[in-house]
């Protein structure tokens, strides 16, 4: 079945150093993909989105590009801060029956100043 | 801008007490889901509803029941809660069931249950 697997955490990085998450999937056929923010005591936030291969989603200097040959789409951002400091998911769409959305377990982002 | 309301946002329970939780959204949207959150588990869906009128059971469904409402209201109870429950509950909605739309949730509610 469809499913996402991402980097393990916590990460923990100084202020404007360089971010990335890694995340890769298993789907049938072309399946959209996204990054999730939860930032404490809220439910999640779109971060980016991709829906075809090569896209490359991008917000607040996070990008991520869906590579469907290595069936990836690993969230960076240049120069964290330390309010990215977060819970950070990927997820995708599968087209499965109701076409439902699959997680990863999530990534602890903590930037110290 | 509402979005997607959950209530309650705490509570606790004995083991084989019985609750619903509330869920409305005000974006017209479609598909309503319901998930649980875990430390390590990321998130697992436990039911979803595509349309109104129409429920589907996710990945975890057993100890749970839904309604849709109309199409704004999607409801969870738990009709005899056991401590296995006791996790984070988010409500989720989106325009359509998925691929190009994404979800928008709400801010969740913290069950406890003893």
């Known amino acids: 079945g469809d499913s996402v697997t991402q980097m393990e955490g916590p990460v923990t990085l100084s202020e404007e150093a360089f971010l990335t998450i890694n995340c890769t999937y298993t789907a049938t056929g072309y399946p959209s993909l996204f990054w999730y923010v939860q930032y404490p005591g809220e439910g999640l936030q779109l971060l980016l989105k991709?829906?075809?291969?090569?896209d490359k989603g991008s917000n607040k200097g996070f990008e991520a590009t869906y590579r469907k040959e290595t069936t990836s789409f690993h969230l960076e951002k240049g120069s964290v801060q330390v309010s990215d400091s977060a819970v950070y998911f990927c997820a995708l769409t599968g087209r499965g029956a109701g076409n439902q959305f699959y997680f990863g377990t999530g990534t602890s982002l903590t930037v110290i100043p | 801008n509402a979005g997607v309301t959950q209530t309650p946002k705490f509570q606790v329970l004995k083991t084989g007490q019985s609750m619903t939780l509330q869920c409305a959204q005000d974006m017209n949207h479609n598909s309503m889901y319901w998930y649980r959150q875990d430390p390590g588990m990321g998130l697992r869906l436990i039911y979803y509803?595509?349309?109104?009128?129409?429920?589907d059971k996710g990945e975890v469904p057993n100890g749970y029941n839904v309604s849709r409402l109309n199409k704004r209201e999607f409801s969870l109870r738990l009709e005899s809660a056991a401590p296995s429950q006791t996790s984070v509950y988010f409500c989720?909605?989106?325009?359509?069931?998925?691929?190009?739309?994404?979800?928008?949730f709400g801010n969740g509610t913290r069950l406890t249950v003893t």
């Open positions: 991709a829906t075809k291969a090569d």
């Open positions: 989720a909605s989106s325009a359509s069931g998925g691929l190009k739309f994404a979800l928008h």
């Open positions: 509803s595509a349309s109104e009128g129409t429920t």
